[in-house]
């Protein structure tokens, strides 16, 4: 207590005084070493998680059945794939269901965030198809000026996204192995014309390996670079996206849309492409 009371005492520039003389006799104590008085701060660096390898971890999904018959095949029966991530826990929500399940994408964080990746089954002229959807810019500005590294990061987790898909609807592809054999079609939706595009990424099955830009980061020419071949390489023009029947046909399944966003001909509009017939 007697100590306590003398220092109370003391002026406030001796105590800075005696403080200075501490941290220097501390720091002739441990030669070439640092020393850091005070509290501790953390920081958290994003870029491992952003710019790293995208991993699919099936612990981290929670599947959803909504209305669904999970092993019906999707050219017969409406099939649609909703999913969502959470910045705070890392976990991935999908929900399995008839059309895009709205009640999974409320509240102003989703519509904030925009993350979601939403996806439908098609049967076109015969042939199985999986129409993905992303959106990228558009909405509110936040989107806007962070739109090249949204469009990156989509691609580099999408699959990521796919395996979800494979993983999570596991009992439709134990029932019918062919789907992984169907051609994926992902639409990018973005205000900005170089980001708002359909690719084409092959069948199922490929398109689920894990980006192959792993190692680098997305601000690094590497990156850019990839990006840039991928790109290339899946992009499509309006004539080679698949054409559904003019008419009323059994080939042709479902015969409108699932997912309320801008479809082949609002998109080839937006390019000044012709539209698919």
Known sequence: MAT??????????HLKQMQQQRRTRLAGALPGKVLVLG????????????????????????????????????????????????????RLTLAVSHTIHAAQLQGWYNRLQRDEVVAEWKKVQGAMSLH?????SGGHFLLDL????????????LPVVLKAFVHGDGS??????????????????????NFNRVECWG?????????DDENATA???????????????????????????PGQCDCCFPPECL??????????????????Q
């Open 172 to 193: 439709l592809f134990s029932q019918h192995p062919e789907l992984e054999e169907a051609t994926v079609w992902v639409y990018f939706h973005s205000n900005n014309p």
């Open 219 to 245: 601000d690094s020419p590497a990156a850019d670079a990839a990006v840039a071949t991928a790109t290339d390489e899946r992009a499509v023009r309006a004539g080679q996206w698949p054409r559904r029947c």
């Open 259 to 276: 997912i309320p966003w801008p479809q082949e001909h609002e998109m080839a509009a937006d390019a000044g492409q012709a539209p698919p």
């Open 4 to 13: 306590a009371s003398t220092m109370s005492l003391l002026p406030i520039s």
């Open 39 to 90: 509290r501790r701060r953390r920081h958290v660096v994003p870029r491992a998680r952003l710019f790293g390898p995208a991993i699919f971890e099936a612990s981290k999904l929670k599947v959803l059945f909504v209305g669904v018959d999970e092993e019906k095949h999707p050219g017969k029966l409406p099939r649609t794939y909703t999913l969502t991530h959470s910045d705070v826990t890392a």
């Open 203 to 211: 069948p199922l099955r490929d398109a689920a390996a894990p980006y």
């Open 146 to 157: 962070i739109a090249p590294l949204r469009y990156y990061i989509f691609r580099k987790e």
């Open 132 to 136: 993905v959807h992303c959106h990228i």
